[in-house]
């Protein structure tokens, strides 16, 4: 099946690091927002490890991305995937990543697990230079718990 990305970048001029998914999976494109499934820990981490309610709107949680300097995005545009499965993924297009970094004051991209990052690397022609891979905040990385992940992102997110 061939998967269009639709959501829009979140990004201000402040932002100073750009977290990158790979492609929404099929519940986020159903709930018309980044990391849309309650499974998923990404917004249990941010707003841990920014001291913050966690959030229930889409407008709270661009809030959180924006009041905390951050960037979101994913690194595909369009491609094959088969329900929701990174693993899947082909016949790629990318994002204009570029154009956020452009635009704001990024200092550091996070790419919200493998895929993402090895997506990057393999298309995005002007390669920043401080990346971080991080492991990804999915129910299926199930080799991370919660704790595990905090740690881990929090070292990256609190510069």
């Known amino acids: 099946m061939i998967v269009e990305h639709t959501f829009k970048p979140i990004y201000g001029k402040n932002s ?5 998914g790979s492609i929404p999976s099929i519940i986020s494109r159903e709930n018309n927002f980044y990391y849309g499934n ?18 229930v709107s889409n407008e709270d949680k661009k ?54 990052y090895e997506l990057y690397l393999k298309y995005e022609n002007n390669k920043f230079k401080n990346i971080v891979c991080l492991p990804s905040t999915s129910p299926a990385n199930a ?6 992940l905090l740690e881990i992102w929090k070292r990256e997110l609190l510069i």
């Not at 309650?38 to 959030?55: A, G, H, Q, V």
């Open 16 to 20: 100073e690091i750009l977290i990158l």
């Open 38 to 55: 309650d499974k998923n820990r990404f917004w249990k981490l941010i707003s841990t490890i920014f001291n913050e309610e966690y959030p």
């Open 63 to 116: 809030n959180i991305i924006l009041k905390n300097n951050l960037a979101l995005f994913d690194v595909v545009k369009s491609c094959s995937i088969k329900n929701s499965s990174d693993s899947s993924i082909s016949n790629v297009k990318i994002n204009d990543i570029n154009s956020i970094i452009h635009n704001s004051n990024i200092k550091k991209i996070i790419f919200n697990g493998n895929k993402a």
């Open 143 to 148: 080799k991370y718990s919660f704790d595990m």
